[in-house]
Structures are given as C-alpha cells and as structure tokens.
C-alpha cells in the first residue's frame, strides 16, 4: 500500500486546514485498514495525532487537537481525511498519514510501532 499525503499550506491562527491521504495498490480492502495521522514538529519527536477504525466507527485523538481536528474516511476514494480547524502555531509541524492492519485497538494505535505504511508528509504551517 503507498500512501500519498496532501493539503498541507501556509494558514494563520484560528484557520481551517483539512489533510488527504489517499491509499494506492492493494486497497481492493481499504477498510481493513485503520488509518493515523502523525506529526513532526521541528526539532521535535513524531507524536500521534488521530486514528480511524476501518470501519469509520471508532476514532481516537491526542488531547491536544481534541474538539479542533476531525478523522474521517471515504472507502470510495480509498481516501482518510483530517479536518483541522481553530488551529495554532504549536499545529506547525509535517503531518504524516498511516497506515494499520488489524484490529483497532485505542490503547495501542497511539503507537507507531502499529502502522506498516506510512506516507511522505505534508507541511502545516501556522503562522501570522
């Protein structure tokens, strides 16, 4: 599976953004997959974000963009989303899109250890 993340820009506080990933080669079974979005802010570790369930039922965010991002899916379009508004300067950061089999487990899909696949990385920029 190749993942190829897009959306990324240059916005101010309190602007939306919103993130496509889009899934190419084996996603006959895209919804057997649960999707993450991590990021990389500079000189900063990669920290977790948000998970999707392949089912779209289940969804876990990290404390800090709770109530602001939104994790979606569209199976259609082999397609996860992440819906990013009322954003910050500490948003800054390379946002990467991933990918996991197996069964979503919310205590463990914080972990980068569960995605397999990963994509390249978009560049968010929060800034006046």
């Known amino acids: 599976v190749q993942l190829q993340a897009s959306g990324g820009g240059l916005v101010q506080p309190g602007d939306s953004l919103r993130l496509s990933c889009v899934a190419s080669?084996?996603?006959?079974?895209?919804?057997?997959?649960?999707m993450g979005w991590f990021r990389q802010a500079p000189g900063k570790g990669r920290e977790f974000v948000a998970a999707?369930?392949?089912?779209?039922?289940?969804?876990k965010y990290t404390d800090s963009v709770k109530g602001r991002f939104t994790i979606s899916r569209d199976d259609a379009k082999n397609t996860a989303y992440l819906q990013m508004t009322s954003l910050k300067p500490e948003d800054t950061a390379v946002y990467y899109c991933?990918?996991?089999?197996?069964?979503?487990?919310?205590?463990?899909?914080?972990?980068?250890?569960?995605?397999?696949?990963w994509g390249q990385g978009t560049q968010v920029t929060v800034s006046s």
């Open positions: 999707i369930s392949g089912s779209g039922l289940l969804t």
């Open positions: 080669g084996r996603t006959a079974t895209f919804t057997r997959y649960s």
């Open positions: 991933a990918a996991s089999e197996g069964v979503f487990n919310p205590q463990r899909m914080g972990r980068e250890f569960m995605y397999k696949y």
